[in-house]
Nanobody, 128 residues
Framework: QVHLVESGGGLVQPGGSLRLSCVAS???????????YAWFRQAPGKEREGVSC????????SYADSVKGRFTISKDNAKNTVYLQMNSLEPEDTGFYFC??????????????????WGQGTQVTVSS
């Protein structure tokens, strides 16, 4: 079981930037290098949607159309940390952002059913 802790959320004006972090840990000591990680978000009254994913194998990435060109996902294996750099934020980006992990090195997916390890989330609010 992978334990995920997100941070970096907050209130930002439209056009601003935030960087979310997700620190992963695993009690049994197995390496986390073979996990695929993803960011999801959920706005009030809406379903959880995939934002971005980065696979363990070759670092393949995937982005939702709504964030392409504005968000960048990256991973630091040495720190067991996944980042989501969010630029040019829009009010529509407001929501609770969750980090998720799956023990499949070649998985590239924005479907929440493919992920079984979830963090508690961090709130992102884009408002003037």
């Amino acid at each position: 079981q992978v334990h995920l802790v997100e941070s970096g959320g907050g209130l930002v004006q439209p056009g601003g930037s935030l960087r979310l972090s997700c620190v992963a840990s695993e009690a049994s000591g197995f390496t986390l290098d073979y996990y695929t990680y993803a960011w999801f978000r959920q706005a009030p009254g809406k379903e959880r949607e995939g934002v971005s994913c980065i696979s363990a194998s070759d670092g393949w990435t995937s982005y939702a159309d709504s964030v392409k060109g504005r968000f960048t996902i990256s991973k630091d294996n040495a720190k067991n940390t996944v980042y989501l750099q969010m630029n040019s934020l829009e009010p529509e980006d407001t929501g609770f952002y969750f980090c998720a992990a799956a023990p499949h090195a070649e998985l590239v997916s924005l479907n929440p059913v493919d992920f079984h390890n979830w963090g508690q989330g961090t709130q992102v609010t884009v408002s003037s």
